[in-house]
């Protein structure tokens, strides 16, 4: 089984930065894509960007030219650094990965984290 804890998220004004953490645990398992996806209020949860095994990365148009999607195989973890943060943004945003555990193939999301941006 593998678990995601998140952290990072909080209330910033318009303009301003956030980053999200998330990392994964679990006993022998590989991570293929991992992902940050978002849930505003009325709306269905949406891909915000998405970074595969190789490093080769993906944004939701809205997103391109703030937000920076990273990840650190050795410590098993996703970033999402949000730049220029508007109101828009404001979601519950949630971690997603692909993994593998011997020939099984799973996924897992976090708990979820609420940023808001103010304006």
Do not use: H
């Amino acid at each position: 089984q593998v678990q995601l804890v998140e952290s990072g998220g909080g209330l910033v004004q318009a303009g301003g930065s956030l980053r999200l953490s998330c990392a994964a645990s679990g006993r022998a398992f590989s991570i293929n894509n991992m992902g940050w996806y978002r849930q505003a209020p009325g709306k269905q949860r949406e891909l915000v960007a998405l970074v595969n095994s190789g490093g080769s990365t993906n944004y939701a148009d809205s997103v391109k030219g703030r937000f920076t999607i990273s990840r650190d195989n050795a410590k098993s973890t996703v970033y999402l650094q949000m730049n220029s943060l508007k109101p828009e943004d404001t979601a519950v945003y949630y971690c997603n990965v692909d993994f593998n555990i011997g020939f099984r193939r799973g996924s897992v999301w976090g708990q979820g984290t609420q940023v808001t941006v103010s304006s």
